[in-house]
């Protein structure tokens, strides 16, 4: 494929940047965004980096109706010295083309679609908050825009990424959370969707969510969707458990999806020599781990909270006290090499990290 150019339209007007102890998760947007459109026979054309402003499309359009599209959540850092890093983006951009394939989305040139991501930061630098634990969430997502109402594969598409300045997640330290096992609602079973990052998997979860929130549970884990008896995932994050020191995670299977958090975790185990494996785990068998005092930490991971501890799992009327419900010392030791490196306060042995030509901190 020839390289396409990238044309860039400038906003004449400039938002007013929200205070970086003021930022709200996903609800302030920069000023400008990445598209790019997708036809037969053009493929992927018209890159453009153009102002932040709603899109016109046809009620018709399939993205309404049957809801093909993909997407991916990644983060810029602002390190000390000013610089702005991205943290192994280009397994987001790997994975989306994976989510494309299941969902019948064409692919898209990783290296290029990196490449205007990076052009876009680059434009939006003065967004990348510089407070402590603060980031700039990147927004990339395709959907099908073809107008037609009947099932099949869309043969229109239009790829776009928008930013957000989004606040540290942890505002007074990381905070364990309990966690209902959801024996009714599953996230999605093996053959389905679950392993790419669909808006329709979100879509069904709403509702086992809605159910435990009202029972003051902060999230679900999620069981396989054919036996309800092998753990998958904890809300929309992969879990993990330190058994009798040994740590485990669900093998992938089909079902799970495959996050970038889930593999640096492993490789950071790995790298630091503490036992660590990916193998099916029933609740059945977490549950006499902890009858036999040998759960000794469990946590979720995902690129927003990097790694959420739980401090309580209840299933079927039976609380797991997890470590007192306090954060236990892997997961705190995990939390602070990974964002150690992604902030820059920390070497980087794994090459996880691309900086971003774009100087200038700004503080706001
Ligand atoms: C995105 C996502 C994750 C976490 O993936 P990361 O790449 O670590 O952010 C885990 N589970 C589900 C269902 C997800 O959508």
Redesign the pocket.
């Known amino acids: 494929m020839e390289e396409q150019t990238i044309r860039v339209q400038r906003s004449e007007t400039k938002k007013e940047k929200p205070q970086s102890d003021q930022l709200i998760f996903g609800r302030s947007f920069t000023d400008h965004m990445f598209v790019m459109d997708y036809s037969d026979p053009l493929g992927w054309h018209n890159a453009s980096i153009v102002p932040y402003q709603p899109l016109s499309i046809d009620p018709s359009s399939m993205i309404f109706h049957y809801g093909q599209s993909v997407f991916e959540?990644?983060k810029a850092f602002r390190t000390e010295s000013g610089d702005i890093q991205l943290f192994r983006a280009e397994?987001?951009l790997e994975?989306l083309n994976r989510s494309n394939d299941r969902l019948c989305i064409p692919q898209i040139d990783e290296e290029f679609t990196l490449k205007a991501i990076k052009q876009l930061i680059s434009i939006e630098k003065d967004w990348v908050p510089s407070a402590e634990g603060t980031s700039l969430y990147i927004r990339p997502f395709i959907i099908s825009t073809e107008a037609y109402i009947g099932v099949a594969p869309s043969m229109n598409y239009k790829l776009i990424v928008i930013l957000s300045p989004v606040g540290a997640y942890y505002k007074e330290g990381i905070n364990p959370v309990k966690i209902a096992v959801e024996d009714h609602y599953v996230?999605t079973v093996k053959g389905g969707t679950?392993e790419a990052?669909t808006g329709g998997?979100?879509a069904s979860s709403l509702k086992a969510q809605e159910i435990v929130a009202k029972q003051g549970f902060a999230q679900v884990l999620w069981l396989d969707g054919v036996e309800k008896k092998y753990i998958e995932?904890v809300g929309?994050?992969?879990v993990f458990f330190k058994i009798n020191g040994e740590v485990v995670t669900p093998q992938l299977n089909g079902s799970?999806?495959s996050?970038?958090?889930?593999s640096s975790v492993i490789e950071l185990l790995k790298h630091w020599g503490v036992p660590v494996s990916e193998k099916r785990i029933s609740i059945q068998d977490l549950y006499q781990a902890y009858l036999d005092g040998e759960l000794e930490e469990a946590f979720g991971?995902?690129?927003?909270a990097v790694i959420s501890p739980i401090g309580q799992l209840t299933w079927e009327g039976k609380d797991m006290i997890v470590n007192n419900g306090e954060t236990g010392e892997l997961s705190k030791r995990i939390y602070d090499t990974i964002t150690g490196i992604q902030y820059g306060h920390l070497d980087d042995p794994f090459q996880w990290i691309q900086g971003i030509e774009a100087k200038s901190p700004v503080k706001h």
């Open positions: 959540g990644l397994k987001n994975r996230r679950g990052k998997n979100y995932e929309s994050m992969n799970i999806l996050g970038v958090t889930r991971s995902g690129t927003a």
